[in-house]
T-cell receptor
Framework: GAGVSQTPSNKVTEKGKYVELRCDPISGHTALYWYRQSLGQGPEFLIYFQGTGAADDSGLPNDRFFAVRPEGSVSTLKIQRTERGDSAVYLC???????????FGAGSRLTVL | AQSVTQLGSHVSVSEGALVLLRCNYSSSVPPYLFWYVQYPNQGLQLLLKYTSAATLVKGINGFEAEFKKSETSFHLTKPSAHMSDAAEYFCAVSTNSGGSNYKLTFGKGTLLTVNP
């Protein structure tokens, strides 16, 4: 597609529920990143994929967070047993292998009640 | 490890006035530096980038930034503010050493308001 697409744009859930957020990167972009942006803060790194594998997951806050990219394109961020503190905007970004600039999607706003 | 400090969480200017948003970075290896802009309820849009070429970098919408290694700074400027410049601005640093893979580290952001 023309840009990085993220769905849903808004998600409201209850504490303890399971949530999936989807990212469709720009076609041909091999590198994919997930970031989390809390209110009033800059984006914080969660995980980086090169192809199908997670090359760096050092930013995942705990084992309730997991992400996959099974075919090296679309990625899904999965959050189990959501907590109110997980409320944030989750941003996805991608880049071609040879580039050093990330292109961001519009984000998925998650609200945990 | 790398980090970014943006001085001033909120900057207010009059329309037509100079815009100056400050960014200082820390990096143990030569950095790549970026400014992104975020309009309300939108994603991050790249304004400009420094990737070890010219130290004065020009971006979109009349913005520019100068890389000063001695001061570890990458301040963003625009000679004359426009109402449409009102947004949040993020400075970010990345490298490709030690497996960093161009992972961006962001500052906390500066909210720019432009008064008529």
């Amino acid at each position: 597609g023309a840009g990085v697409s993220q769905t849903p744009s808004n998600k409201v859930t209850e504490k303890g529920k399971y949530v999936e957020l989807r990212c469709d990167p720009i076609s041909g972009h091999t590198a994919l990143y997930w970031y989390r942006q809390s209110l009033g803060q800059g984006p914080e790194f969660l995980i980086y994929f090169q192809g199908t594998g997670a090359a760096d997951d050092s930013g995942l806050p705990n084992d309730r967070f997991f992400a996959v990219r099974p075919e090296g394109s679309v990625s899904t961020l999965k959050i189990q047993r959501t907590e109110r503190g997980d409320s944030a905007v989750y941003l996805c970004a991608s880049r071609p292998w040879e580039a050093n600039v990330l292109t961001f999607g519009a984000g998925s706003r998650l609200t945990v009640l | 490890a790398q980090s970014v400090t943006q001085l001033g969480s909120h900057v207010s200017v009059s329309e037509g006035a100079l815009v100056l948003l400050r960014c200082n970075y820390s990096s143990s290896v030569p950095p790549y530096l970026f400014w992104y802009v975020q309009y309300p309820n939108q994603g991050l849009q790249l304004l400009l980038k420094y990737t070890s070429a010219a130290t004065l970098v020009k971006g979109i919408n009349g913005f520019e930034a100068e890389f000063k290694k001695s001061e570890t700074s990458f301040h963003l400027t625009k000679p004359s503010a426009h109402m449409s410049d009102a947004a949040e601005y993020f400075c970010a640093v990345s490298t490709n050493s030690g497996g960093s893979n161009y992972k961006l580290t962001f500052g906390k952001g500066t909210l720019l308001t432009v008064n008529p």
